[in-house]
């Protein structure tokens, strides 16, 4: 039997803890309610109630925004979309709170609302300041002023303050609330999930990952660890230009660090055959590689037995390079697309590198490597300036070796590999 409340119920977790479905009941049927397009107040029973536009929710009760039957949690500043400066509250739904801080539906205000008044405070914010907000009960909140007073059980947001004038001297403001992100303040570091809720960051920083600063003003206030157990203390790292790092807030993506964008979080590629020099260094030297796959990305030693990755930044939506791996470090360069040349593809191993990458029309990219008896690539690696290496592959993997005679070029049609003084190429005819 599944209890539902006469009126409307919630249904069990969509999405973790912050999407829910609106159920409705016939005698033989539960499903979610498509119809459900409005917000609710969800109370401690999980019973819905549906309320209109933009109003707020008793202290008692959650707020959740729903669309066809499915529902996301309201993590912000109270609304009062009614509000007028002047009047004696900016809201019914908050005219018994002694004071607290609500914004426009499309946040386009910023008001402190009392029993007795409604006050527009976009004075008391700086155009591209990131603010942080304290909230009590969900509804009675304010500006942090002193963020090194914050504990981790603190309710919080954070939201960052635009004012634009124009030309005929209308001001207009917004306030974007910030998601996804961290923040760093006052020795504080915050970070903020993708329902907007923040909270203090608590535990240290694992080795090798990073937060990125929302606020960052250069390479230099762009990242951030946190170190000690208990009360952790978090300081800045000096980003580097164009390298990469894991991420602490996320284990798929890659943090990508340029002078011109500063550091950036992106989703890790997890296309064959591609990775990322790690930042971390080792003796002064960049050994690692960071390769992702659909559980996440890892850091590891990077392959140094002849075999190559393909350099996951990409240029022009093209991915030209590729990254080779010494006991003297990993480095990326131009992959070669002289006719007849590959490389074997070192995210392989574990399968016995059966694939080879190839770069043709600006871009590299892994495939199967040809068992055609007879058929060779020429081996991209370098030595001495000459390449005197083939890559032959078999049901059990593709090896390089000293290339003698000739072959039959597998990547060209009709080509002919022919290795001669230490060198190889291939030649059509």
Known sequence: ????????????????????????????????????????????????????????????KTRYDCTDG???????????????????????????????????????????STPTACADKAADYEDGNYYIFKCTDGKTCSKVTDAST???????????????????????????????ISYFTATKLLHCDSDGRCALVTTATPTGYYYVNVAATGLTDSLYQCTGSGTVTCTEITAEDNKNYLDATDSKNVIHCTTADLCTSAAGSTTAGQAYIDSRETGGK?????????????????????????????????????????????????????????YIDATDKDNGYKKVIKCTGGTCASEAGSTTAGQAYIDAIQSGGQNPNVIICTATGCTS?????????????????TCEAGNCASTGG
């Open 70 to 112: 499915i529902c996301t949690l309201v993590a912000a500043l109270p609304v009062c979309d009614s509000a007028t400066v002047g009047e004696t509250t900016c809201d019914a739904s908050l005219s018994t709170i002694t004071s607290t801080l609500c914004v426009k539906a499309d946040n386009s205000a910023i008001f402190e």
């Open 150 to 180: 914050l504990t981790a059980s603190d309710q919080l947001y954070i939201y960052k303050f635009t004012s634009t004038t124009a030309g005929d001297g209308t001001t207009t403001v917004s306030l974007d609330q910030q998601k996804d």
């Open 401 to 417: 070796s000293p290339g003698s005679n000739t072959y039959t070029d597998a990547i060209t049609n009709g080509n002919t590999i």
């Open 286 to 342: 960049q050994l690692n590689v960071i390769t992702c796959n659909s559980d996440g990305c890892t850091s590891s030693t990077g392959i140094t037995t002849g075999q190559v990755y393909i350099d996951a930044i990409q240029d022009n939506s093209k991915n030209p390079n590729v990254i080779t791996c010494t006991a003297a470090g990993c480095t990326s360069g131009a992959g070669s697309t002289t006719d007849g040349q590959a």
């Open 1 to 60: 039997m599944v209890y539902y409340h006469k009126n409307s119920a919630f249904s069990g977790s969509v999405d973790e803890a912050t999407k829910y479905g609106i159920v409705k009941a016939t005698d033989n049927t539960i499903s979610i309610d498509d119809a459900a397009d409005t917000n609710y107040c969800v109370d401690a029973n999980m019973v819905a109630t549906a309320i209109g536009g933009s109003s707020n929710c008793d202290a008692t």
